[in-house]
C-alpha cells in the first residue's frame, strides 16, 4: 500500500527550503576608497561613489570588474570574487536542501577599502577617509576599539607617505603612528593631513622657509 503525503507537509517543507535559500546567497560588502568619493563602475556599468553597499546573489567563485575613477588620482582596476569568507547561512541551509545552497558557501569580506594613487607622484590633496567602525568577535562595533581596521592601515600609510617625501621626521612618524594604533585623541585628523600636506607644497614653492615650515607643523602636532 502506498503512503499518501500530506500536501500542507510538502507546502511546508517548499517554504522553508525557499526561506534558506534566500537567506544563504545574498552577500553584502562596502567598498571603500581612500579618499572617499571615487565614481565606482561594475562590470564597466556605473554604480555610483564611494563608500558603496554592494549586494548581490551571485554563485561561489563569481568575479566582479570594480574600475575607480577620480579626478587628480590613476585610474584603478581590480576584480572583487565571491570566495573569501564561508557564509554559515548557506552551509546551515545545505543539511535542508543538499547540494543547491553549496553554490552559496563562500561570500565576500565585510569591506573593501582600496588605496588611489595621486597622478603624477604628486602629495594628495584629498585624503578624507569613510568613517568605519571596527567589528568584534561578539559582533559588537566600535570606533574607539584598538582593533586593526581598514582606518587605521590607510592612516598608517597616510604617516608613511608624508614621512616617504619629509613632511614627517622619522620620530615624529613612530611617535604618531603610536598614537594612531593606541586611539589616542591626539592623533592626526583628516584635516591636519590636509595642512600638512600644504604646507609641504608651500616650501617646496619657496612661500614658507624650512623654519616656517617647521614652525607651522609643530603648532600643528602639538595641538
Known sequence: MSQ????FAAVTAILLSGCLLFAGCGSTTVIRTVPSGAKLYMDNEY?????????????????????FKMEGYEEFDITLSR???????AAVASFFVFPIPLLWIMKYKPIHT????????????D?????EQ?????????SDGKAMNDDKVMRLKQLKQML???????AEFDTLKSLVLNNDSKALTDADVVKLRELKKLMDSDILTTNEFETQKNLILTK
Open 114 to 125: 582600496y588605496e588611489l594613487t595621486p597622478l603624477n607622484g604628486e602629495i594628495a590633496d
Open 47 to 67: 554604480m555610483g561613489t564611494t563608500p558603496y553597499d554592494h549586494f548581490d546573489t551571485k554563485i561561489v567563485g563569481s568575479k566582479t570588474n570594480l574600475h
Open 4 to 7: 499518501k503525503r500530506h500536501p
Open 127 to 131: 585624503v578624507t577617509i569613510a568613517p
Open 164 to 170: 616617504d617625501v619629509n613632511i614627517l621626521t622619522q
Open 134 to 142: 571596527a567589528i568584534y568577535s561578539d559582533g559588537s562595533t566600535s
Open 83 to 89: 570566495s573569501e569568507e564561508v557564509d554559515v547561512g
